[in-house]
């Protein structure tokens, strides 16, 4: 018997294909010399710190430069179309047709005055025509399909009115309603809390098995890179440093800058491996005395709005905090730690309870750009507690701003720039200037470090530690990252619908968690170990079908 001839097996065409490009703002250099390729169903992760051309690079994939006054060269193709050549009709055909994006903040890219659903509506007609109720139809059935429960009802829901979760998932939703062969995520878990992030990563996962979509991921978080992609593309000052398998990466980095990004990671089993990172003490709470007590609240309870309206974000919250110790608060959106922060400053009054201070309180804000008057130089912004404590005297109030901005490690010189001259770490260290103007006892932290880079993320928590060492301040660190909190605290109060679930050392939380609530936290957060990444992906997807099979049986 003949045998039959073996038909080679040709590797689908690439969906993607960049070759040499260069990106150029001005005189600055952003991307150079970049090339990479991207196989249908395939899933590829860009990482590097901020400023690394990573999110430059993602956007020249849809050719979102074009009309901006950057200079694009080289070679970009995605699904057959030549971005830099096509007109700017195959543009807007590739754009939300053949790829789409998924951008980092939802309430952006999502017009605040219609309903949800008539914005995913309106992008499947101008893709793909119909009628209004034939679209209307494909946006509740990828809402539902992004698991927004109810997704009828609320479809109709304007965005303020969806959590930031959710928001996230219908820009997920946007995204297929046309049925991308590309879908590109910048940055798209950052500001969610870990069992959001980890929903969020499994429902890409997901998307790609049943779709066979491809999926090009930016992300500064290489945890967030294990848990979701094939491969990793790490980058540096506009160039690839490193390619290959995620295992291979993340388990076995062949660069240096690679080893140094990997170590700056803030881990749940311990402190990260980076030079940088804090050395903790022993705990505050077991060397202080009594009279070391620098914080405390009893019975904190917050409510806004009143009747039927009334929401109770902070029942019954009960704490201390001790001078030279770092208290970690972490908990999900929505679980009252900021609101607590902020009546632990004095910036919201309780509604019943009371705190007792032993001396200054500030706060440093998550985000400093929001907090910093964009008009006013960053001088003046550090002055400000100088003033309102009775200081006239100019020439005292430069020479003593000038030494807060060395304290943090800024120039002193730059007292007249303005905050949009810095990069976001060097505007957080102006907040932290800023709050140290007032020579507190105790600072309040709120996110300080959730939209910074791992290794800018380790030099402002080893600024603070090493303030906290030579001032003796006490710090409550409000996060909802698990591992940064692990990092930087003594002690750790684990909050759930307003409510402290559990507390303890820090040590104790995380290596035997008492409640349940604890314990579902920490296992979903990031692993970079990529097959354990899997096997916790599995286990979630067991534990969400589960219900579903009970009720069909």
């Known amino acids: 018997m003949t045998p039959v001839p073996q038909v080679p097996q040709v590797p689908p065409a690439p969906l993607v294909e960049v070759a040499d490009l260069g990106i150029s703002f001005g005189g600055v250099r952003a991307v150079d010399g970049l090339s990479f390729t991207l196989r249908p169903g395939a899933a590829l992760g860009v990482v590097g710190e901020s400023g690394s051309g990573k999110s430059a690079s993602a956007y020249a994939l849809l050719g979102l430069h074009r009309g901006t006054g950057a200079r694009v060269t080289g070679s970009v193709r ?57 679209a209307r139809a494909r946006a509740v059935s990828v809402l539902d399909r992004v698991g927004i429960p109810d997704a009828a009802r609320k479809s109709r829901s304007r965005p303020h009115e969806f959590s930031g979760g959710m928001r996230q998932r219908a820009l997920i939703a946007m995204a297929l309603a046309c049925e991308p062969r590309l879908l590109i995520a910048d940055e798209p878990t950052t500001a969610l809390d870990v069992t959001v992030q980890a929903q969020i990563l499994d429902l890409l996962h997901d998307l790609r098995r049943e779709t066979g979509l491809g999926l090009l991921l930016v992300t500064h978080d290489v945890g967030v890179a294990a848990e979701s992609v094939d491969e990793v593309l790490v980058m540096r000052h506009g160039r690839a440093v ?16 690679t080893r140094a990004l990997l170590a700056a990671v803030p881990r749940i089993s311990g402190l990260s491996a980076t030079p940088a990172a804090p050395e903790r003490r022993p705990s ?7 009279g070391d007590v620098v914080l405390e609240a009893v019975g904190l309870r917050r409510t806004f709005g009143r009747g039927r309206t009334a929401f109770t974000a902070v029942e019954d919250v ?12 972490v908990g999900e959106s929505g679980s009252g730690k900021t609101t607590l922060g902020r009546m632990l400053v004095g910036l919201l009054e309780p509604s019943d309870g009371h705190v007792t201070r032993t001396g200054s309180v500030q706060m440093v804000f998550q985000d400093p750009v929001a907090s910093l008057n964009p008009r006013r130089s960053v001088g003046e912004s550090v002055a400000d507690p100088l003033r309102a404590a009775g200081e006239r005297d100019e020439a005292a109030i430069r020479a003593r701003v000038g030494e807060l901005l060395t304290r943090v490690g800024l120039d002193p010189d730059r007292y007249d720039s303005y905050p949009h001259e810095f990069s976001g770490g060097q505007r957080q260290r102006v907040g932290i200037a800023r709050a140290l103007a007032a020579e507190p006892q105790l600072i309040v932290c709120d996110e300080p470090v959730s939209a910074l880079d791992v290794t800018t993320q380790a030099q402002v928590t080893s600024l ?10 006490a710090l409550v660190f409000v996060a909802h990252d698990l591992a940064v909190v692990r990092q930087v605290s003594d002690r750790v109060a684990v909050m759930r619908q307003g409510r402290i679930v559990e507390e303890g050392e820090v040590a104790a939380v995380y290596g035997a968690p008492r409640d349940t609530y604890t314990r579902q936290l920490l296992a979903a957060v990031p692993s970079l170990d990529p097959a354990l990444a899997s096997a916790r992906r599995t286990a979630r997807r067991e534990l969400r079908e589960a219900p579903r099979e009970e009720a069909a049986a």
């Open 464 to 473: 603070l530690a090493e303030l906290q060492r030579e001032l003796g301040l």
């Open 78 to 134: 995605v699904a057959g179309v030549d971005v830099t050549a096509a007109s700017d009709a195959e543009l807007r055909a590739l754009r939300g047709g053949l790829a789409a994006m998924v951008f980092q903040d939802p309430l952006s890219s999502l017009d605040p005055y219609y309903p949800i659903g008539d914005q995913i509506a309106e992008v499947y007609r101008v893709h793909k025509g119909g009628s209004r109720r034939a």
């Open 318 to 329: 009960s704490l201390q905090v001790r001078r030279g110790e770092t208290l970690g608060i």
């Open 242 to 257: 490193e390619r290959g398998p995620v295992g291979d990466v993340l388990t076995s980095p062949s660069e240096g800058y």
């Open 284 to 290: 505050g709470s077991r060397e202080a005395a009594a």
